[in-house]
């Protein structure tokens, strides 16, 4: 069912606001989790070819602090429920500046980094483990990587996301690739709502995504968009009743 709105405000409910709050933090657990494992256990030519970013700044990008960003995952509310298909990042970064006399100063500001390329990599990480942990557990000599709450959240939230399309296509499942440089990720195709606004600016169709604000592994808001079929976003207020 299409929704159209008149205005650049989408309701959510208290019970998905509030969901959406403790899921989101329970991710970004999973995600930091997920990238501490493959600094520990990637040789440096393979994190430079998969991540290809120094894990000091991505681990702190992750998380999110005050001095270098937010984390904005990518949530869609689906017939199964809210699912996260993968996050971006908004990241600090210093300019150097000149006044009239020639005199330089440092000024600080916001430059969005879309990271999803790295994103999908950790999704791929994160679902492969959850299934082979699924499919070895009795046999497994040590403790796995994510214990059982985490597992319950990798199933209930997470999007099946390969770095091979063989699954879907002998499923015959609908799935979206992402081309890397060096790596190619599929992900199962999640349809988003359909949603129209009508607002002073004109009219823009596309499809209903929810971005949440996840800093220092703290919720820190909900930021919804309007998605259109050429990727640009239209961002609005999100309203909790």
């Known amino acids: 069912m299409k929704t159209t709105l008149f205005s650049r405000e989408i309701k959510y409910g208290k019970e998905d606001a509030a969901e959406l709050e403790m899921a989101s933090v329970k991710v970004q657990l999973i995600y930091d989790k997920a990238l501490y494992m493959l600094h520990s256990h990637l040789p440096d030519y393979l994190w430079d070819a998969w991540i290809g970013v120094p894990y000091s700044i991505i681990s702190s990008l992750y998380k999110g602090d005050n001095d270098s960003g937010t984390v904005?995952?990518?949530?869609?509310?689906?017939?199964?429920?809210?699912?996260?298909?993968?996050c971006e990042r908004h990241c600090l970064e210093?300019?150097?500046?000149y006044q009239d006399n020639g005199t330089p100063f440092n000024q600080r500001s916001?430059?969005?980094h879309n990271g999803r390329r790295q994103s999908m990599i950790l999704q791929a990480t994160i679902w492969s483990i959850f299934e082979k942990t699924l499919l070895f557990h009795p046999f497994l000599g040590a403790e796995p990587l994510f214990?059982?709450?985490?597992l319950d959240t990798i199933a209930a939230y997470f999007v099946p996301t390969y770095i091979s399309d063989v699954h879907f296509r002998s499923l015959s499942k609908p799935y979206k690739e992402y081309d890397g440089s060096n790596i190619r990720v599929f992900q199962e195709w999640v349809s988003a709502p359909p949603l129209v606004l009508q607002w002073e600016g004109g009219l823009t169709e596309g499809r209903w995504m929810t971005g949440v604000y996840v800093n220092q592994a703290q919720f820190s808001g909900l930021g919804p968009y309007l998605k259109d079929s050429e990727g640009k976003r239209t961002y609005m207020e999100a309203f909790v009743q």
């Open 147 to 150: 214990d059982g709450e985490e």
């Open 72 to 86: 904005f995952q990518k949530w869609i509310q689906s017939k199964a429920g809210w699912k996260c298909i993968g």
């Open 110 to 112: 916001f430059k969005f």
């Open 94 to 97: 210093s300019n150097d500046f």
